[in-house]
């Protein structure tokens, strides 16, 4: 647990200095150790940064599936489903 918090501020380092491939890295290698909501919300961001929507959306789902009231996940799946141009039937089995 404790070195899926250091790789998970280590990726909070590469967001803060705009290297967001470098921070999907390190939160995957996280995710790999420790399933947390915050390091999928915060590796959805990366991705939605990086123009990854559909993989932006699938670590939104898993991380409200860890925290079903996550508003930053909740939101930022919205912004990947809007960029994929979902539609609302779609969005009925979410």
């Known amino acids: 647990m404790e070195r899926a918090k250091v790789l998970k501020e280590e990726g909070n380092e590469f967001v803060k200095k705009g290297n967001h491939k470098k921070a ?51 939101y930022r799946r919205a912004q990947a489903l809007k960029e994929l141009k979902v539609s609302r039937e779609f969005l009925k089995g979410f």
């Open 24 to 74: 999907v890295e390190k939160y995957s290698e996280s995710l790999k150790l420790n399933k947390e909501c915050a390091a999928y919300t915060n590796r959805a961001l990366c991705y939605l940064t990086l123009k990854q929507y559909k993989e932006a959306a699938q670590d939104c789902t898993e991380a409200l599936k860890l925290d079903p009231k996550s508003v930053k996940a909740l």
